[in-house]
């Protein structure tokens, strides 16, 4: 069973986009973040795959720097011992504050945890697609975008990107470039599947 995972930040709005992706109504969203240990696993009718949703990573208020690291830990083990069964890996960040988070995290002995997990993913050979989420709160979106883009090392403009880069807006179910950019893995892999 083929299986996409979803990363981001706590309020980031991941479970508003798990609850559209799925068209699942009972999850409840705004819950206690860092609280997931284990990876929840849902099917999305008509496809054979299914949609893990993984603890929000970095900053989670309320939750002690140990219970971080080891939720950090947790998630990296799991994409490490799942990376040949994952499809796609789907970041999502919050387009109104990413690029704000990523500059006040970088340094020079501080990778941002956004920046870390979308190379951390390539790297294990897992496509990512950059959810960007909130794109109603944002103003200026191409030259957001673009920033996001020059931040995790792709060169702007992010029109190049659009199947990395997929601004949506969650809260109003507003997922198309999502899903169109999940497509040309979907597509890939069937084909892969023929061949
Ligand atoms: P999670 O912690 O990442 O699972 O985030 P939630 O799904 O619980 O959402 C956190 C907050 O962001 C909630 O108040 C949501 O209503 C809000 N939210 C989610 N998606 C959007 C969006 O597209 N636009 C705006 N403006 N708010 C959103």
Redesign the pocket.
Known sequence: CQEVVLV??????????MRELTGHSKFT???K?GVTRQPNHFDWSGEKFMFTDLP?FGFMSGVEEHRREEIKTDIVRYLESNADDILAGVL?VDGKSVVDIIDRHSGPDEIPHDVEMFHFLRELGVPVVVAV?????VDDKDERLDELCDRLGLMPPWKQWSDVIAP?????GSIDPLYESLQTYFHEQKRDDLL
Do not use: Q
Not at 8 to 17: A, E, H, I
């Open positions: 981001g930040r706590s309020n980031v709005g991941k479970s508003t986009l969203t705004g819950k973040p929000g999502v989420n909130k794109m109603d709160k949506i807006c969650a809260k109003r």
